[in-house]
């Protein structure tokens, strides 16, 4: 099992991304109601690993953050599920 | 954390809050009415002109505008991406992968008009538009726009028409079939979202 997406916010973040070309970092803290401090420091383990790519720029003079899944991220959250899915049948 | 610090209820609750995710993940295509009104107006500007050169009543000179206009939809259509991009918080795949149609089919149109002028002469060189308008319009339709599947029917209907009219009209009703179809499609997009 995926380490790293042992955290729920970790793997909502893949989760959410999975269908997406991209999303806002404001947008994801929306969506998976967490603080931004707390999703940025989940996010910055997900770039590190290089399950995620960010893309920062600035739009009207403020910052703006990207997240765009990866091959890497896409294939490690199809065999974290599926031995979640294992884990849950294993299970009596 | 290690695996087996991760037990049955968590990994169930875990698995609930990926399907929830995805399922709320619909994929929604946004097509940007206002492209399609430029380009609805531009391919139907370059189509009467195309008639009006076969009809005698310009000069074959005046063809050249046409690629300026193509170039001015175009210009417009990657300074407005470039700014809805911007304000969007989120892009889908499928969103991507129509741009990548859209710009497929419009550039192979192009790439007709400027280099292959000598096979799809005159009003065939306009009617690879009505082609290329009505593949874009039938894509998003594919994905649920009813207004997309009606304006791409529009569009292959005056292609059928134009083709049997007299040579004439044939372009202004090729015309028609981009102003109505194509940018028509683009205004009802643009009244929706109001």
């Given at each position: 099992?995926?380490?790293l ?15 997406f ?72 | 954390?290690?695996?087996?610090r ?11 809050m ?29 189509t ?38 911007r ?14 149609v ?58 059928v ?34």
């Amino acid at each position: 099992m995926d380490e790293l997406l042992l955290s729920k916010v970790r793997l909502g973040v893949v989760a959410e991304l999975l269908n997406f070309d991209w999303i806002a970092f404001s947008e994801l803290a929306r969506s998976l109601d967490v603080s931004n401090g707390n999703l940025g420091a989940h996010l910055s383990k997900l770039v590190d690993a290089g399950y995620v790519e960010e893309e920062k720029s600035f739009v009207n003079r403020r910052p703006l953050s990207r997240y765009r899944l990866k091959k890497r991220g896409r294939e490690a959250f199809a065999s974290h599920v599926a031995e979640l899915q294992s884990l849950l049948k294993a299970t009596p | 954390m290690s695996v087996e610090r991760l037990d049955a209820a968590a990994a169930q609750d875990h698995l609930e809050m990926v399907k929830r995710i995805l399922a709320e993940s619909q994929q929604r295509l946004c097509s940007g009415g206002e492209h399609f009104v430029v380009w609805g107006i531009g391919s139907a500007y370059i189509t009467v002109l195309f008639q009006l050169v076969h009809g005698g009543l310009l000069r074959p000179a005046a063809a050249w505008s046409v690629p300026i206009v193509i170039a001015a939809c175009a210009a417009f259509s990657i300074i407005r991406g470039r700014q809805t991009r911007r304000v969007l918080q989120r892009g889908s795949l499928l969103q991507r992968e129509f741009f990548n149609v859209l710009w497929l089919t419009l550039g192979l149109a192009f790439v007709v008009d400027v280099a292959v002028f000598n096979i799809f002469p005159g009003l065939a060189s306009a009617a690879i538009w009505s082609v290329a308008e009505a593949i874009v319009l039938l894509y998003i339709g594919m994905h649920g726009n009813r207004r997309a599947q009606i304006a791409g029917v529009l569009v292959v209907v005056s292609l059928v028409v134009a083709n049997f009219a007299s040579p004439g009209i044939a372009g202004y009703v090729l015309a028609a079939g981009m102003l109505v179809g194509y940018g028509g499609f683009g205004a009802s997009e643009l009244l929706a979202r109001e």
